[in-house]
């Protein structure tokens, strides 16, 4: 739908591209911390953890989104362009419903998958990306 997705600043409709299946918790699912510092000395039971300070570490995630047209034709371009726009490496999204945020991914293009209907009309893609930093989502 108009307004649900925006790409690079651009309204993804228009593009011919929606949210799949799972997008949202996707995007709302928490970054992990980076590894505390930990000191393991033989003469004292345990480990010992050095709380300071804790840190967001990257994430990886697998978005899913919807290719669509009117003919199979249109949708098979709409595709192409897409996956020209995701092998530029570097993708920013925004979901108005979700706030203000905008996340700044990059393309890793490892697991892919890919699904069409026999009208040739929509397609499915589910690819692999990597939130550098989580924190900044602005």
């Known amino acids: 739908m108009t307004g649900d997705l925006y790409i690079n600043g651009t309204d993804a409709h228009s593009l011919g591209v929606a949210m799949g299946d799972n997008f949202i918790s996707t995007l709302l699912t928490p970054a992990g911390l980076k590894d505390f510092v930990t000191n393991e000395v ?7 953890y050095l709380i300071h300070n804790p840190v967001v570490a990257e994430r990886e995630m697998t978005l899913s989104f919807v290719i669509f047209g009117d003919t199979a034709e249109q949708t098979t371009t709409r595709f192409k362009s897409f996956m020209q726009l995701l092998n530029a490496g570097q993708l920013t999204i925004r979901v108005p419903t979700l706030g203000t945020e905008v996340y700044h991914l990059v393309y ?3 697991g892919i998958t890919y699904g069409i209907d026999l009208l040739r009309t929509t397609m499915t893609f589910s690819g692999k990306f990597v939130e550098p930093d989580p924190t900044a989502r602005t």
């Open 42 to 48: 033989r003469t004292r039971p345990g480990k010992q």
């Open 108 to 110: 890793s293009g490892s």
